[in-house]
């Protein structure tokens, strides 16, 4: 709670300083977020071990969502021609145990992940725990199986997840291949990658650092993958829970968006619909502070968390770093200070060995702190995002050259 005000009241001194800068505009509604943390009595906070604190997961809201119109909606984002043509495959929901590619009974994943052994464990999320096996074929898979506590609502979530999964193929997103509800277990099978999260890599936790160039790949590689959910995909979806530790990479540093248990159906194409309304879930520091004060969701919440985790990449800090001075804490507010009083170099991760062009650094800041930006209307859509961000690559490659 104490984070949650230190994030909102923060943004509320960008915007000030901002609106006197007239440069790009990133206003945070602190006390009207604040307020809506305190008295909306529709999310609670949870602490995870690791110290992030998400919004409660709430399966019960799955697939219940109501639609109204917004007076301070942006456009709507367009359709794509995928999405003017069904794909008969999805018209009805999917029959849960025949989505993915893979068809697996229980007696063989119990076989294959040599009945649920801890040694072959590679992760805990929230809901389940996470193991990596091998198919016959040799492909390994990770297998993330439903926690026993809490079963039934926890089965509810991983169905949506595996639900929203089977409409999405796309490299930049971890790839559904299969799901299996039996009796008391409920398992969710998807491509395993190999090269840990982005935040442990951040961490320095796995091999080496990441140089600037590969930052810059990963931060275009998310923006293409919720460019796809945006405005390609078969429906629209919004995953709200863009964060570090949801982006998944290769061995080739590639980055591939997982963990899609908050993700949910966005506006339809020939709706007149802006949004949708929606109880709040998210990562701390990641939300949107307008669909935090409004419960009204639309694509440009994830722009909103994709620029806080743009400025992760950049900077290496956490949105929160809870063990820092207060001016310090939320990580926008202090970046936009620094920022502002033109301290842009000292901005950028300390562990990056790179001397990277002032004007390189500039561009990027000012694009996280417009997808950061209060308003809807003034962050820029995924697809526009991930354009610039090329537009830079190819000007930092230039400087290197
Ligand atoms: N497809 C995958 N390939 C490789 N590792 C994975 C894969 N999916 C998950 N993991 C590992 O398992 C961990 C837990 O994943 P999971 O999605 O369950 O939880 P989380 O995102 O960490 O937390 P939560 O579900 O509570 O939001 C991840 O941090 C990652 O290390």
């Known amino acids: ?118 040694s072959m464990v590679i992760g805990e999320g929230e809901f389940g725990t996470v193991y990596k096996a091998q198919l016959e074929d040799g492909r390994f898979i990770a297998i993330k199986r439903a926690n026993k506590e809490h079963f039934e609502r926890v089965k509810a979530l991983l169905s949506s997840e595996a639900d929203l999964l089977a409409k999405i193929d796309h490299r930049c997103l971890v790839k559904l291949l299969g799901y299996l509800d039996e009796g008391s277990e409920c398992l969710i099978m998807t491509e395993y990658i190999s090269n840990g999260t982005l935040r442990e890599h951040l961490d320095g936790i796995r091999n080496g650092i990441l140089e600037f160039k590969n930052r810059l ?104 770093e809870q063990n820092k001075s207060d001016h310090e804490r939320v990580t926008l507010r202090w970046l936009f200070k620094k920022f502002d009083e033109g301290n842009v170099e000292e901005l950028v991760d300390p562990m990056m060995k790179e001397v990277v062009d002032r004007e390189i650094l500039v561009r990027i800041f000012i694009l996280a702190f417009q997808c950061a930006a209060p308003e809807w209307s003034e962050r820029p859509d995924m697809k526009i995002v991930g354009e610039q961000l090329w537009a830079i690559r190819m000007d930092y490659l230039n400087t290197v050259k």
Request: proline share 5%; glycine share 6%.
């Open 1 to 118: 709670m104490v984070d949650a005000n230190n994030q909102l009241s923060g943004n509320k001194g960008i915007h000030r300083t901002l609106l006197n800068r007239k440069n790009v505009a990133v206003v945070v509604p602190g006390m009207l977020a604040l307020c809506c943390v305190i008295l909306c009595p529709c999310f609670y906070w949870k602490r995870k071990e690791t110290t992030t604190v998400v919004l409660a997961k709430d399966p019960d809201s799955v697939g219940s969502l109501t639609t109204r119109k917004s007076k301070s909606a942006t456009k709507k984002t367009p359709g794509s021609p995928l999405r003017e043509k069904p794909n008969p495959r999805f018209s009805s929901p999917p029959r849960l145990t025949k989505v993915g590619s893979i068809h697996i009974n229980l007696d063989q994943v119990v076989k294959i992940t040599r009945n649920f052994s801890p």
């Open 217 to 320: 790949e990963i931060a275009i590689d998310v923006a293409h993958g919720l460019t796809y959910l945006h405005i390609y995909s078969e429906k629209q979806i919004i995953h709200r829970d863009v964060n570090s530790s949801n982006i998944l990479l290769t061995d080739s540093m590639r980055a591939k968006v997982a963990d899609f248990g908050f993700a949910t159906l966005g506006t339809t194409s020939d709706s007149d619909k802006s949004h949708v309304s929606t109880k709040v879930k998210g990562t701390l520091g990641y939300i949107d502070p307008v669909y935090m004060k409004t419960l009204q969701l639309t694509t440009k919440s994830d722009v909103y968390s994709f620029g806080i985790l743009l400025l992760e990449i950049i900077t290496g800090r956490r949105p929160l």
